[in-house]
Each structure stands twice: as structure tokens, then as C-alpha cells.
């Protein structure tokens, strides 16, 4: 750090640098030009480091390097880059890249530079890494490319942070952020010293004056000392004007609507597997948070959440996200996620998988399904193979609806209707109607469908509407072959006469019973008799 009005600048302690090695003709004329654009005081420093400032400042800096009068060191590295500038160098200089305090050191105070051309034009913060009490800390010039200033020479302290520790030591680097430090550390006080005269110092392994919100996201964590660790790709751009990067162990994300988030471990990698804010969570709405009631963490999405428990994470979205909250979430009847929501059947929805039950989406919804339903529903094929489609309503009752059929608990048994026959019994009441339950899945008898109730037996041709048929007349009609027979399918259900007999039509003919004698007349066409007359 440095010392800074009212009090006056520290001497220069200058460093010894070693000879300098014997060149090549072609290593010489390139050194040449490398020293053309650096200090002299730099000039004993390798011709590689020398090259990588120059190409560092033709891609940090181009501008400001052509048109003003300065070195390419200064346009990276600002001015009093020197250890002879008496100034403290940045602890990414010497801490291998950290933007943290190294071993030995603590926070002890900050200023505050005003519009930072480093902080997109907002204040930018200078944190003093002062040496811990009891610790030693030799004074020195630091060795980076361009930031060579003091190590452990400058004793001073503005004094905001750690007020527990008393005295002043030397300040053995200076941390940068562009957030407020008694956000960035709760240590910290909130007196403001304010010192405008480093608005231009930098170092390579800080962002430079083109940062973006996630470079300047990723300094205020630390750089390569945060969580994060060190990048494993450039910058991308996302959808809908966003951005994202990659790094060791996590992820920063940036949407103007949604600002920056960061996420790591299981979070980070099951997003990542999902195609980041690309795939189907979209951009992140919050950072890690704990469940409430349970163990693990969440993070919410546009379009979903991410839980990790035990680090294995789980990614809810789309309705299945919705339908989970209304559950109660994690703490609710359905638990936690035990897999992530992935397409199923025919492609039009997907499956969410959890603890104690499954969530499937389709276009008409989400709905879940528990216990032997749900058991009985995948038994038999789910969305895919079972002939009922995608569930499309309420899953908490005793029947449950899907695209093409109805599952229906009768005490310890799941019956399964389908086509004609589950909608008119849905239409009659359902289980609380006059067919009362089922008592067992519908079968196919040929090309008719047959399914059993309490109270009577309903038939379906495909295509045509269901019928049903209560005794005497469906015993009669069962004795002479059934839907096999040559009456072929009801085409109505049965009922009485004015007369009083028991009557129902079929496709070759009626069954009319009489109610005395329990003797059934079997009507069939004849060449003077309409179809609609026998019906009749």
C-alpha cells in the first residue's frame, strides 16, 4: 500500500537484479524493441516477460498505449510501478495469482479510489494486508512483470478492519475490489478514507479498464484464491444478452436483468451438464442458499431449482418446478429430487424423480404420482407403452386422469380403464357413481373392450361409445357368446320397457328379458324390420 496524504511517501528501497545472460543476434534486436517500450530500470528483466507486456498491452490497452505518451508497462500496470515509486505492490503480484492476503497477514484497512476507470466507473476499494503480529515478513521489491512495488516495507494502517488487533505493521500487499469492504468482509468498518492518487495502478493478474461484471465478480472472490479456482475457458456469451464463465470449480453467470451469480460444486457441475443458461434452467436468480428444514442447498433458476445433498445435485424445471413448490418442496410429500427432470416417452414431457414419488410433465401439465399408482403407471409402460399417455389432472385423489385412460385405487389395488369406457365412467360420477368401483382392469375381448364394476359391465368397440349392461339381460347375452357371439357389441345400455321387460340393443340384434319368468327373447333383423326399429 501507500502512504497517502496528509502523510508524506516512503524512500525507495531498491532490489539487486542478476546479470544479464548472453543473447542471441536474434534474441538481442527483439530485446531491443522490447526495451524501446519499457523503463530502463526494467531492462534487466528476461526478453520473454518483456514480450508477453507488450503483447499483454496491444490486447489490454491498445488505445491508451498509442495515443499517450506512456510505456506498455504503465499502461498495465499504472504509474509508481516501481519499487522505487515507494507504493505497495498487489497481493496477486506475489500471492500466486490470489487477490487474497497471504499466510501471515490480515485485513487491516482500506480507501476508496472514486470512479475507477477498473470498476466500470464506480468506486473501486484498496484493501491493506498488514503482516499478523508475531509473523516476519522480510522488506523487498516485488518480481511481477511490472508490478514491482514494496513488500513489507511500507509501515501503515487506516485501521477499519480487525480493530481487535492492536498496532501497526507493515503492509505486505494491497487486495482490489470494486464492493463496498464491509460488504466483501464483515471485519471491516465503513469510515471512509477516500485517496484518488492510484486510480491508475493495476497488474497483469488484475482485471484491466475493459473488465466485465464477471471479471470484476471473479477479483472480488479472490481470483484464483477464491472457491472457484482458476478459469477453464474464456468468457462465452449466453442467450438473451447474458454471459458465463467457466472455472475449476464453479461458475459466474451475468444477466443484466438478474445481475452476476456465482455457483460451485455439485450446483455448478449439474448446470454445467445442463448447458448453463442455454439449457433449461436458464440464468441463475440467486446463489447458494440452505434448505429450509433439511440438510443440502438450493439455488434458483429462471426456469427451476438446483438441490445438492451429500454432493449430489438434482435440477427441477419447467411445470415440475412449479408443482414441487406447491408440494411443499424438499420438505413436502414428494422429498427430495433423486435425479434431475429428463424427457420421456414420446418426447412431448419429461419425469422428475424424488424420494418418496415422480413428477411428469407434458403439455397439459404437470401432475405427481406416489406409492402403488405410480408403481402400477410404470409397471405398465409410463407415457411411452402403457396406452394412457401423459397424467393430465389431479393425482391426489382415488382416481387419477391421463391423456387416454384413468388409474383408479381400489383399497390396495390400482385398476387400470381406458379409451370410451374410462370416459364414460367419468362421466357417470367416476367411483362415487352409480357403476361404483371397478373390480378389475379392463380387458379386450377381441376388438371389444370389457370392463367389470360394482354394479355392471361396460363394453366398448374401438371408435364407438361405451355401453353398459346390468343383469338379467347382460347374463343372458354373456350366455349366448357375448361380444364373440353373434349379437357382437352392445349399442346401448341396458333398460326397461314401458312394458316392464329388461331390454338391451346389440350390433346383430336386442335381448329383452321378461322380468316373471327370467326368459329371454333374442331379437334379431329381419328383412322387414329397420336396425333402428329392433333398437328401438
Known sequence: MTTTAPLSRPSATSGTSAPRARQSLTHRAVDGLARWVAPQAFSRRSFLVRAAIVGSVLTIAPLRWALRPTSAYASICGEGASCGGGWTAFCCTINEGANTCPPGSYVAGWW???RSPFCQGSARYIVDCNRTPGETCRCRCATGSCDQRRVCCNNFRYGQCNTQVPGVTEVVCRVVICTTPWTWDPACGTTVRTDNRTVTHNAPCLPGTNATAIDLRYQDLGLVGSELGAPTAAEATGPRGGAWRRFENGVITWREAVGTHVLTGAIAREYVELNGPGGALGYPTSEHGSVVGGPGVI???????VIARDGVAAAVFGPAADLFAELGGPAGVLGYPT????????????????????IYTSGAGAAALFGALLERYEHLGGPADSALGYPVGDTTGMQVRFEHGLLVIVGDQVRVLRGAIARRFLAEGGIDGPWGPPTGDQQDVGVVARAEFASRTVFARPGAAAWALTDPVLRHYLDVGGPGGELGAPTSDSFRTRSGQHRASFEGGAIE?????DE??????RSTRSATEVQR
Open 299 to 305: 439455488a434458483t433458476f429462471e426456469r427451476g431449482i
Open 339 to 358: 435425479a434431475s427432470t429428463q424427457p420421456v416417452g414420446d418426447g412431448r414431457g419429461g419425469v422428475t424423480r424424488f424420494e418418496n414419488g415422480a
Open 112 to 114: 476508496k479510489i472514486d
Open 513 to 517: 328379458v321378461s322380468p316373471v319368468r
Open 520 to 525: 329371454a327373447r333374442i331379437l334379431t333383423p
